[in-house]
Nanobody, 119 residues
Framework: QVQLVESGGGLVQAGGSLRLSCVVS????????GGWYRQGSGSQRELVAT???????NYADSVKGRFTISRDSAKNTVYLQMMSLKDEDTAVYYC?????????????WGQGTQVTVSS
């Protein structure tokens, strides 16, 4: 069964860094495009960053200059490098991937990984 598996979350002090990973597992699927979203306590899920199949990136204003999204097609993995973390970055981070399986493309979500920034 194809799924997206996130890792890399944890507890970090304000000003610190974390790198989140999102890897395709469980089948023969390739990731075309991907994105990271987050949901803080009591908040709606919001877009953090996306990367297109051609490598174009897009960021929420709140993370521009601090977060970098990238993709390693050989490893079927999308990354989110987070630097200069702030308290307000605390959230569950979800990976979304556009996966090509055979002749079709499907949207998958990961299970989420918690990022907690302490001041």
């Amino acid at each position: 069964q194809v799924q997206l598996v996130e890792s890399g979350g944890g507890l970090v002090q304000a000003g610190g860094s974390l790198r989140l990973s999102c890897v395709v597992s469980g089948g023969t699927a390739s990731i075309n495009a991907g994105g990271w979203y987050r949901q803080g306590s009591g908040s709606q899920r919001e877009l953090v960053a996306t990367i297109s199949s051609k490598g174009s990136t897009n960021y929420a204003d709140s993370v521009k200059g601090r977060f970098t999204i990238s993709r390693d097609s050989a490893k079927n993995t999308v990354y989110l490098q987070m630097m200069s973390l702030k308290d307000e970055d605390t959230a569950v981070y979800y990976c979304n991937g556009e996966l090509k399986i055979g002749a079709y493309t499907y949207s998958y979500w990961g299970q989420g990984t918690q990022v907690t920034v302490s001041s």
